[in-house]
C-alpha cells in the first residue's frame, strides 16, 4: 500500500488557483492516484481520479509526472466554497485504504 | 437516485457497553464500507463488505466488526466500548466491481461519543 504525504493545510485568497501537492514514492504500476473532499460534518466527496499525465473535470485538474512519484490537483479560482479537507489516495483495486489526515484548505475572501 | 443513509446519526454510549450502527447504500451497490474518522488518526479504513462477505479488512482490533445483509444494507458492531472509540464513523458504497479504486460514496456518518 502505497504511503502518500501531502501539506497539513494551506491557504489561499478567493479566485485564486489552488495547487496541492502529493508525494507517494512507493506509487505501484497499476496503482490510481485518487483525490477526495472533505466538508465539515460530512462524509468525503469524490473529486477526481488518474493514472499519469493530466485529467481535467468540471471542478478540477490532476497533473502526475511522468514516474508517477508525485501528484497535483489544481483547483481553479477557488470560492469560499471550496475550504474542506482534500485526501489524496493511491489506490490498487482491493488494497486496505488509508485516506491520512488530508490538506486543509482555507479560502480567505 | 437517494445517497447513502446511516443510522442513528449521533450516539452516546458508556464504556463497556456495545454499539450498533446501520448503513443503507445507494440502490444497486452491493459494495459498503466503514471508515472511522478522529482529529487525530484521520479517515481510516475498517473493513469492506461485498455481497454479504467480507473483502477487505483495515487493522482494527475484533470489538469492531460488521455484516452486510442480502439487500445489502450492512451493519457495524463495537464491542466493548472504549474512550477511544469516539468518532466519526462513515460507511460508503459502490458498485463493488472494482474493489476499493471505485468512486465511494460515503454517507453523512454517525458520531460516537464513548463516556
Known amino acids: 500500500l502505497a504511503k502518500t504525504t501531502q501539506p497539513i493545510s494551506m491557504d489561499s485568497y478567493e479566485g485564486q488557483e489552488v495547487n496541492i501537492t502529493c508525494s507517494h514514492n512507493n506509487i505501484a504500476t497499476n496503482d490510481y492516484i485518487t483525490w477526495y473532499q472533505q466538508f465539515p460534518s460530512q462524509g468525503p466527496r469524490f473529486i477526481i481520479q488518474g493514472y499519469k499525465t493530466k485529467v481535467t473535470n468540471e471542478v478540477a485538474s490532476l497533473f502526475i509526472p511522468a514516474d508517477r512519484k508525485s501528484s497535483t490537483l489544481s483547483l481553479p479560482r477557488v470560492s469560499l466554497s471550496d475550504t474542506a479537507v482534500y485526501y489524496c489516495l493511491v489506490l490498487g483495486g482491493y488494497q486496505k485504504v488509508t485516506f491520512g489526515i488530508g490538506t486543509k484548505l482555507q479560502v480567505i475572501p | 437516485k437517494a445517497g447513502v443513509t446511516q443510522t442513528p446519526r449521533y450516539l452516546i454510549k458508556t464504556r463497556g457497553q456495545q454499539v450498533t450502527l446501520s448503513c443503507s447504500p445507494i440502490s444497486g451497490h452491493r459494495s459498503v464500507s466503514w471508515y472511522q474518522q478522529t482529529p487525530g488518526q484521520g479517515l481510516q479504513f475498517l473493513f469492506e463488505?461485498?455481497?454479504?462477505?467480507?473483502?477487505n479488512k483495515g487493522n482494527f482490533p475484533g470489538r469492531f466488526s460488521g455484516r452486510q445483509f442480502s439487500n445489502s444494507r450492512s451493519e457495524m458492531n463495537v464491542s466493548t466500548l472504549e474512550l477511544g472509540d469516539s468518532a466519526l464513523y462513515l460507511c460508503?458504497?459502490?458498485?463493488?466491481?472494482?474493489?476499493?479504486?471505485?468512486?465511494?460514496?460515503f454517507g453523512p456518518g454517525t458520531r460516537l461519543l464513548v463516556l
Open positions: 463488505y461485498f455481497s454479504e462477505t467480507q473483502r
Open positions: 460508503a458504497s459502490s458498485l463493488g466491481l472494482a474493489g476499493l479504486l471505485e468512486t465511494q460514496y
